[in-house]
């Protein structure tokens, strides 16, 4: 099975720190993806990457950064923290030649920005 | 472009009787579909897919779907609903050939009453 780790289930930070969120996966899948789900407008895209050194930005880029130095791993980045990025921010990786490969997906983090 | 429509929000069921989850999708080619369910704080997890290989999809948990093309819908149905199926479900789309694209539908939170 598939396993995406994300470093941690809840973080609570103060605003106009510097946070990273980290995330592995163990499938040598391609494409890792950064999620934030907020109530009532479901899951946004931040930014997502097809190989190393690679991104691509989502729909909701700003505020975030991201890195992929390695295959495995993809860290999102929040350069000074802000109470409007208090979220969920769920990790996802899939392969990267297939039609029908689906999102796997890590448990989340749960981020407080104070 | 890709759209996915889940026209119910909210779906309240007895245990022990059927779940019918509507999700209707807008795509120009042939799509990939998913169904995800969502428990509480909890990342996603892939419930079953369709790759064009068969029309009803079998998945995990007893849970299955049907693609109809005529209708442009993948409905999720079970015959009988668990208090544990109690959870947020999400129907989502892609079309490209390197598991990158993926629209989400909003979601339909399913209750399940004892």
């Known amino acids: 099975d598939v396993k995406v780790t994300q470093s941690s289930r809840y973080l609570v930070k103060r605003t106009g720190e510097k946070v990273f969120l980290e995330c592995v996966q163990d499938?040598?899948?391609?494409?890792m993806f950064w999620y934030r789900q907020d109530p009532g407008l479901g899951l946004r895209l931040i930014y997502f990457?097809?190989?190393?050194?690679?991104?691509e930005k989502g729909d909701i880029p700003e505020g975030y950064s991201v890195s992929r130095e390695k295959k495995e791993r993809f860290s999102l980045i929040l350069e000074s923290a802000s109470t409007n990025q208090t979220s969920m921010y769920l990790c996802?990786?899939?392969?990267?030649?297939?039609?029908?490969?689906?999102?796997?997906f890590g448990n989340g983090t749960r981020l407080t920005v104070t | 472009a890709q759209s996915v429509t889940q026209l119910d929000s909210h779906v309240s069921v007895s245990e022990g009787t059927p779940v019918l989850l509507r999700c209707n999708y807008s795509s120009s080619y042939s799509p990939s579909l998913f169904w995800y369910v969502q428990h509480p704080n909890k990342g996603l997890q892939l419930l079953l897919k369709y790759t064009s290989a068969a029309t009803l999809v079998k998945g995990i948990n007893g849970f299955e779907a049907e693609f109809k093309k005529s209708e442009t819908s993948f409905h999720l149905t079970k015959p009988s609903a668990h208090m544990s199926d109690a959870a947020e479900y999400f129907c989502?789309?892609?079309?490209?050939?390197?598991?990158?694209?993926?629209?989400f539908g909003p979601g339909t939170r399913l209750s399940v009453l004892p």
């Open positions: 996802a990786s899939s392969f990267g030649d297939s039609e029908s490969s689906p999102l796997h």
């Open positions: 990457s097809y190989d190393v050194k690679m991104k």
């Open positions: 989502v789309v892609s079309e490209d050939n390197y598991g990158q694209n993926f629209v």
């Open positions: 499938m040598d899948h391609e494409n």
